[in-house]
Nanobody, 121 residues
Framework: VQLQASGGGLVQPGGSLKLSCSAP????????IGWFRQAPGQERLGVSCIRSRPRNTWYAESVKGRFTISRDQTTVDLYMKNLKPEDTGVYFC?????????????????WGRGTQVTVSS
């Protein structure tokens, strides 16, 4: 499964973006999908996750109330509002098969190229 993250860009503090994760030609229905942020020189940190079934979700404390994750059979979207400079980084989506929503990158099996999000005035 080769994932593809899209939707990043440059936005001012307080702005919004929608990131999307898909796997062209493949359904994501059987996988938990996690979104991770990686800043330069730092490790990949979990931001949000949504399970395959049931569609339980998890959010990092730093994004609760600002980010919303949703999914359909082929795409997982991350809606980000009230963005802050500390949200800046490359955002990756990962696909995993654990029986819970994981915040740890090592528990995701498939990855793709990330998308850059820059929050700056």
């Amino acid at each position: 499964v080769q994932l593809q993250a899209s939707g990043g860009g440059l936005v001012q503090p307080g702005g919004s973006l929608k990131l999307s994760c898909s796997a062209p030609g493949t359904t994501l229905e059987d996988y938990n999908i996690g979104w991770f942020r990686q800043a330069p020189g730092q490790e990949r940190l979990g931001v949000s996750c949504i399970r395959s079934r049931p569609r339980n979700t998890w959010y990092a404390e730093s994004v609760k109330g600002r980010f919303t994750i949703s999914r359909d059979q082929t795409t997982v979207d991350l809606y980000m509002k009230n963005l802050k400079p500390e949200d800046t980084g490359v955002y990756f989506c990962g696909a995993g098969e654990t029986p819970y929503c994981s915040q740890f990158s090592y528990e995701y099996r498939y990855w793709g190229r990330g998308t850059q999000v820059t929050v700056s005035s």
